[in-house]
């Protein structure tokens, strides 16, 4: 296997990546038709280790500050030129054939493990006798130590390939329009790798010691005897500490035996079906009314018409649900593959059509379904989760 920074003069591999991004449908069409001109214009060529050292050095990030759901805290994302967002795509995409460097038990951004596999596991090793402890980091990305980042990098590739080595030297200290501290560059296509190196040898020591255990970047779940867990627990803090991080102790939960678990937006139980969490549809809910609320003011103003709103609270959640050009992983790719019932999805489309007819009305009446039938939905471009769930792509995306 060569150095992955040679890659990035690579035809070949430009070529795969190009049938990659096209073959998902999953990517903006601007992103893929940005790669189609790197090779059409050859400029891959140019792009040399010290090329990409030189353009790290003359680049910066922006620093984005993104609201968190139900929360006065922002959370920190950085931005960069196109060029570096796009050889930073390349390599995490190049960074595929490395797969076998993080432990089984991590689900986060591999091709290898699903997030199907991760709640199947859990489902599966539900026993009578299980605890389950789950934790959530905080601030994950932006509290990883950048030294120790570098030498968990350093562990892993120092020997087979030490460019890699200083392109992440070089990148974990580029500048940012403002003084800020974020060891592992949260926005950036390559935090992904960051997230799943960073805790590896935390990974190996949970595994070593007998535990079911499942982490998905920030997200940790651990299920074994409850005396076990409880004294493992020391342990994890400790470490966890000795890392730069800490945990969110909101979010830690420890789930006795019949107790329904709630794990990257899905409730698990050994006795029912998966469905989505009561967490996660309490966010869609409160994000589809604060839409609506915004969009009922820009009608009592008279900056946009009825109709126009309507239609841009459709087309919003559509994007959301269901485009494969969103910027998010939408609901589709998420939610489909796992749940095997409609529950709550019938309860999201029950909520998102009332807030369309209280859009068309101005109000909430109970003879708002009257006058506005489900046909004018669909005159708007209005789609179910239900039937995409039942539709004819979905079945063959489960079954694949």
Not at 152 to 175: G, R
Request: hydrophobic residues 35%; aromatic residues 16%; charged residues 30%.
């Amino acid at each position: 296997m060569g150095k992955i920074i040679n890659y990035l003069t690579d035809e070949n591999k430009w070529n795969q990546y190009y049938n990659f991004l096209q073959e998902k449908k999953q990517f903006k069409k601007d992103e893929i038709d940005s790669v189609k001109k790197i090779l059409d214009d050859k400029k891959y060529v140019f792009f040399t280790f010290d090329y990409i050292l030189e353009l790290i050095d003359r680049s910066y990030l922006m620093v984005n500050r993104v609201p968190k759901f139900n929360s006065k805290e922002k959370r920190i994302v950085f931005t960069t030129n196109d060029t570096l967002d796009i050889i930073l795509k390349f390599l995490t995409f190049c960074l595929r054939d490395y797969d076998y460097l993080y432990s089984d038990n991590v689900y986060s951004y591999r091709h290898s493990n699903s997030i199907q596999d991760a709640i199947s596991k859990i489902k599966n090793n539900l026993h009578e006798d299980t605890y389950t402890l789950k934790l959530d980091l905080h601030s994950y990305f932006n509290s990883m130590d950048k030294a120790k980042l570098l030498r968990c990098i350093k562990k892993s590739f120092n020997e087979t390939d030490s460019d890699f080595v200083e392109f992440n030297e070089h990148l974990l200290y580029i500048k940012t329009n403002e003084e800020i501290y974020s060891g592992g560059l949260p926005g950036l296509a390559i935090s992904c790798f960051y997230a799943n190196i960073y805790l590896k040898e935390l990974d190996d020591i949970i595994a070593s010691k007998g535990f079911t255990y499942c982490r998905y970047s920030d997200d940790l779940l651990i299920m074994g005897k409850k005396d076990e867990l409880l004294a493992f627990e020391q342990f994890l803090y400790d470490y966890i500490y000795s890392v730069g991080l800490t945990v969110n102790e909101d979010k830690r939960h420890m789930y006795t035996p019949n107790e329904t678990i709630e794990f990257l937006g899905f409730n698990i139980n050994s006795s029912t079906d998966v469905d989505i969490s009561d967490s996660a549809f309490r966010k869609i809910k409160a994000k589809i009314h604060r839409s609506s609320k915004h969009l009922k003011e820009q009608i009592s103003q008279g900056y946009i018409t009825r109709d126009e709103a309507i239609q841009r609270l459709i087309n919003k959640y559509n994007k959301k649900f269901f485009s494969l050009a969103y910027g998010e992983i939408n609901w589709s790719l998420w939610y489909f593959p796992v749940i095997s019932n409609t529950t709550t999805l019938k309860k999201i489309d029950n909520y998102f059509q009332d807030e369309v007819r209280a859009l068309y009305t101005l109000h909430y009446n109970k003879k708002n379904k009257e006058k506005v039938p489900y046909s004018l939905l669909k005159q708007y471009g209005y789609r179910t989760l239900v039937n995409a769930y039942y539709s004819p792509k979905n079945k063959e995306k489960k079954c694949s």
